[in-house]
């Protein structure tokens, strides 16, 4: 850690949960190292952070997801999926990767790369994962609920309403993020599933009835699905 010039830390406090790694940090950052920290809660480590980003219980996959740059890749560094593309490249199948993407021209470790556009690569993923409910999560309503994220319940995580001035987008019912599973197309607005197993809504209300099969109680009460258990209106 001693010579990095960057250190992120997610949902992490190295203050108290790792004291000996944040007196290194500490160490780091007097030769120059950025410090970030994203988390909810102004922590211990936070006081010590270059940048401090305040995110929601909860967001921490949307955020991930569809994030503002902080800082370019440092050095060598390069994004994954240049360097899958790449890859691909080097043995000869790079054409067959990449045919569904549009391709751009990335500066990355001082020199040119083929790099995919990563809005493109999720529409592939939302095209082929229709059985597991990972379709409805495009880019468009992902980046919308980023810019719009001040129309989201901070308890609820539903959108009081809001329309994206980019897209033209309206959050309204949709949950931060579209957590698993998102069905359909994007069209229909299915709003996501804040809880697998919620049977007081129905699917398109963003309820389901994912539960486990056995093996499951607390205190000698069983929390398994009873027998005809069915979200609303199945």
Known sequence: MINAKAALYIGSNAAEAHPVSMLSLLHTKENGCKVIVVNPRYTCTATKSD??????????????????KVIEPLFESMP???IMQAFADRLGFGQELFKNYKMLSSKFAGKQWGEPQIEDILREINRSVWTIGYTGQIPERLKAHMRMVATFDPKTLKSRGGVDLVTGYDTTGDYYGLPWPCYGTAAIQQPGSLNLYNTSKSVMEGGGNFRANFGVEREGVSLLAGDGSYSKGS
């Open 51 to 68: 940048q401090y980003i305040r995110i929601r219980s909860g967001t921490d996959i949307p955020f991930l997801q569809w994030r503002a």
């Open 80 to 82: 994954d999926h240049v």
